[in-house]
Every structure is written in structure tokens, then in C-alpha cells.
């Protein structure tokens, strides 16, 4: 069956205990009703728009009951547990992955920008990171002759001994030859959306023509 909330209105000042919202419940494409909590701690509340949404509110409840177990993994304060799966646990599950795609756009914003000024290293979709940056742009920098062989001995002599327990190069903007230069295998770095690098960054097709001319592939 499938359950989504629309228009969420998410009120991080108010989430004291639970996480303060509204948002409008649809059920099978169809508006049904509401959903909202006052962020103090009580159970998410929801209602049907009429007597039609009120029926399939019913059934989504049904069909709630027969999914799986919610889990909650052991942390410092409580051994892992389970508790049945409802409608209202369901709703927060929505919910929570709504603010979790919220806040990796966010992150991903940011990495980008910083990808800009110099070179990127953490693990992905993180919420820190670092940055080895430049007095100019990093496209200003692998555009100079002398940018890309730059560029690779920062890496090979600052950044390689960070690349561990999951920290990887996390820019798309530097040419994955570059990055093997520096001695970098695939699993230390994010694919690139470009591969190599001649008189600026040259796209994959011009990448294979050359990599031809020379007898060998990528």
C-alpha cells in the first residue's frame, strides 16, 4: 500500500521530545487526511478528511500491523529492542526520512561548494569533512599546465595517509587520472564525472580517442 506525506511542515523550534510537524496523509495517490505532532513527547496524531479518507485510513492501519517489526538498535542508555509496527510508527518513519533526504541535500550543497576551492576528504555523506584549498579556484588550478601534477602531490603527500575507515576524495571535479597519479585506488575516491585531463579537462570521449592513440584503455 503506499503511504506518503505531503506538504510537511517541519517545526524544529517546537521538537522538544518528538519532532514537531504537520503534513497532509495520502493513501493509494488519494488526500485522506492529516498527520501532526506537538513535539512534546506524545504520539503522532491522524485523522481522515471524510468517510472515505477515514476507510482508507482504516486499511492502511491493517496493513501497517502486517509489516515488520520497528527495531531499535542498542545504544548507551537501553538494550535493542522491537515493538510492532502501526500506522502512527509508519507515519514517523515518513517522516524521518523526509528529514533525512532534507539534510543530505544540505550536505551535499556544501560539499559541492567547497569542491570548488580546493580538494575534498571525509567520508561520504558525512556531516564533516575536510578541505586542502587553493588561493584560486580548483578548476582555475587543473587548468594551468602545472595544476594537475599540483593537484596529484597534494594528495600523494598530504591527503593519502587521511584516506582510511571509509574518508575518500569526494570531488566530482577532479579527473580521475589525476587521482590515479596520486596512487589512489577506486574504492579512496568518488567517481569523477570527468576521467582525464589534457590542455584543461577533456570529456570521456576525448579521453578514449587519446587513451587509443596510445594503445591502451582506462
Known amino acids: 500500500m503506499n503511504i506518503e506525506l505531503k506538504n510537511i511542515k517541519y517545526y524544529e523550534s517546537f ?20 498527520a501532526k505532532n506537538d513535539g512534546r513527547g506524545g504520539p503522532t496524531y491522524y485523522d481522515g478528511d471524510n468517510k472515505e479518507g477515514r476507510e482508507l485510513i482504516r486499511q492502511a492501519e491493517q ?3 502486517a509489516l515488520p517489526d520497528k527495531h531499535y538498535p542498542k545504544d548507551d542508555y537501553m538494550e535493542a529492542f522491537s515493538i510492532p509496527m502501526t500506522l502512527e510508527h509508519h507515519i514517523d518513519d515518513l517522516l524521518n526520512d523526509y528529514l533525512g533526504k532534507k539534510e543530505l541535500e544540505k550536505i551535499q550543497k556544501k560539499v559541492a561548494k567547497d569542491m570548488e576551492k580546493g580538494i575534498v576528504f571525509g567520508k561520504p555523506n558525512d556531516y564533516s569533512w575536510s578541505v586542502q584549498t587553493y588561493n584560486v579556484p580548483l578548476q582555475q588550478v587543473l587548468s594551468h599546465p602545472t595544476g594537475p601534477e599540483s593537484v596529484t602531490n597534494t594528495i600523494a603527500k598530504h591527503i593519502f595517509k587521511e584516506l582510511k575507515g571509509g574518508v575518500k576524495i569526494l570531488n566530482t571535479n577532479i579527473p580521475e587520472s589525476v587521482l590515479k597519479n ?36 582506462l
Not at 15 to 34: H, N
Open 15 to 34: 521538537s522538544e521530545e518528538t519532532l514537531a510537524f504537520q503534513a497532509s496523509l495520502y493513501i493509494e495517490g488519494k488526500r485522506v487526511g492529516t
Open 63 to 65: 496493513y501497517a500491523k
Open 182 to 217: 596520486a596512487g589512489l585506488f577506486a574504492d579512496q575516491y568518488v567517481k569523477p564525472l570527468v576521467q582525464d585531463i589534457g590542455h584543461g579537462i577533456n570529456s570521456a570521449e576525448n579521453t578514449n580517442e587519446q587513451n587509443k592513440s596510445h594503445g591502451r584503455s
